[in-house]
């Protein structure tokens, strides 16, 4: 068997890589999970597993500097939403490399390597390591979506916002408390450049994933959203954007 880690900030991401992972119950025994650095380091060194699947970026560290921080090297398969990230981190240390969302045939694939590779010395190379973190470390994306209010501009944290709907040449963007503002910018401006906690989920609305609280089946293969805001907003998905939504929580 072997004994792995699941390091990763996201939710949806860890019960997607725990699904693929119970699919090998002959191979691979998950022994826990971790949504940061610091905990990771601390399930790692209790559990000392052989294996990580490990997200390169994390809210407190990134993946690197949590190698770099344990007292032993396991076999490494990073998971990102970045590919040029992944590919770079793979022909330099990783056993392999998954990019986001994590696919069932792809997984695959890295569980022969999990086993081709078990036993053999991989040494890393730290120096190299925090080289390559400091020439992959992305910008830092921005806080806050400016709003023109007539002689001013409000800046409202992408955290704040519920969702964004289409409203004729506008855009309302609706916070969580219940307030809201228009936006005179189109929703596929606004898509492009939104941070990935945002998803489209209808042709006339974009929501924060990070506040989807509940979700149910409707006609014709559409979902309703529940979120946690103050009004307890539903929004009912396109049929189109279904699959996306499912993949993106791990929905199978």
Not at 105 to 120: N, W
Not at 144 to 153: C, F, H, N
Not at 189 to 198: G, M, R, V
Request: glycine share 4%; with cysteine; aromatic share 8%.
């Amino acid at each position: 068997m072997i004994r792995l880690v699941i390091i990763d900030d996201e939710a949806p991401a860890r019960l997607r890589a725990r699904t693929l992972v119970a699919q090998y119950p002959e191979v691979l025994q998950l022994l826990g999970e971790a949504d940061c650095a610091r905990a990771g380091i601390e399930l790692i060194e209790a559990l000392r597993p052989d294996a990580l699947l490990l997200d390169i970026q994390l809210p407190d560290q990134s993946g690197f500097e949590l190698l770099a921080a344990l007292s032993y090297q396991p076999m490494v398969v990073f998971t990102t939403a970045y590919s040029a990230y992944a590919v770079k981190a793979f022909e330099t240390f990783a056993v392999d490399y998954l990019v986001k969302p994590l696919r069932a045939e792809r997984f695959q694939l890295t569980v022969e390597q999990l086993q081709q590779y078990r036993g053999a010395a991989r040494t890393i190379d730290m120096g190299q390591l925090q080289d390559l973190l400091e020439q992959l470390r992305p910008p830092r994306p921005p806080l806050a979506l400016p709003i023109k209010k007539r002689d001013r501009i409000v800046l409202v944290e992408y955290g704040d916002i519920a969702y964004l709907k289409a409203e004729d040449k506008y855009v309302r963007v609706q916070l969580q408390d219940g307030s809201s503002h228009l936006l005179g910018r189109s929703l596929s401006q606004l898509e492009q450049e939104l941070p990935e906690a945002f998803a489209r989920v209808h042709r006339s609305y974009i929501v924060n994933t990070a506040l989807i609280g509940e979700i149910h089946k409707y006609f014709k293969g559409r979902l309703i959203l529940q979120l946690k805001d103050r009004e307890q907003s539903s929004i009912i998905s396109g049929a189109s954007y279904t699959a996306a939504i499912k993949q993106l929580i791990g929905w199978t």
